[in-house]
C-alpha cells in the first residue's frame, strides 16, 4: 500500500537526522528516480537557517523506489522526482511528485536561494 510507503520513507529520513543528532525543526528531502538514482536534501531551523549536510542513508533511496512501486497503475506513467516535506514540530508530511520535468527541483548556482526557499516547509 502507497501510504505505509511513504510512512516508511519519511521514517527513514527523519531517523537519519536523530542519528545523526542533528538541530532541526524541518526538512526537505527530493528523490530522482529518472535515469540516475539520486536525494538530496536541505534541513532547516526556526531562525531562519538551513543547512545541505542531511544525512540521508540508501534506505531511503530504496523505500522511495518501493512508493513508486506501490504507486503504480497499468498504463500509467511512473513519478520520476519527489519532494518530500517534514516538519517537526506536528511531523507532518507533505509529498509532491512530478511526472514530467525531472529537473523541476535540480539545483544550480543561478537558483540555489530561490529553490531553498522552495523547498522549505511551509
Do not use: H
Amino acid at each position: 500500500m502507497a501510504s505505509t510507503e511513504l510512512v516508511s520513507v519519511a521514517e527513514s529520513i527523519v531517523q537519519g537526522i536523530v542519528d545523526a543528532d542533528v538541530r532541526w525543526d524541518s526538512v526537505a528531502v527530493v528523490v530522482n528516480l529518472d535515469r540516475q538514482k539520486s536525494m538530496f536534501g536541505y534541513i532547516y531551523t526556526d531562525d531562519g537557517q538551513w543547512n545541505a549536510d542531511v544525512p540521508l542513508e540508501m534506505e531511503v533511496l530504496t523505500r522511495a523506489i518501493n512508493l513508486r512501486t506501490a504507486m503504480a497503475a497499468p498504463k500509467k506513467k511512473d513519478w520520476k522526482v519527489c519532494c518530500i516535506q517534514i516538519r517537526r514540530s506536528d511531523m507532518s508530511v507533505d509529498v509532491e511528485f512530478e511526472y514530467k520535468n525531472s529537473g523541476r527541483w535540480q539545483i544550480t548556482p543561478v537558483n540555489l536561494e530561490s529553490k531553498i526557499e522552495e523547498l522549505r516547509p511551509r
